[in-house]
């Protein structure tokens, strides 16, 4: 994880559309795995994971219409 840009709950919900609290359960269930901060303990997410995604979820809802 050394080279990755990490980016907070908020950050990742704003570009997924999504709530915090959807993160937060992505993360249970392994759609969206976070890491934890080494000396607080909060989720942060890897930026090219959440925009990775993010552009499934858009090629998704994209082939529908």
Do not use: C
């Amino acid at each position: 994880y050394f080279m990755n840009e990490f980016i907070t709950v908020k950050q990742a919900a704003k570009i997924l559309g999504v709530h915090p609290i959807t993160l937060r359960r992505w993360d249970k269930s392994g759609k969206l795995q976070a890491v934890r901060h080494r000396f607080n303990g909060y989720r942060l997410y890897i930026k090219k994971d959440v925009e990775k995604l993010a552009a499934k979820i858009t090629e998704k809802y994209a082939n529908k219409e």
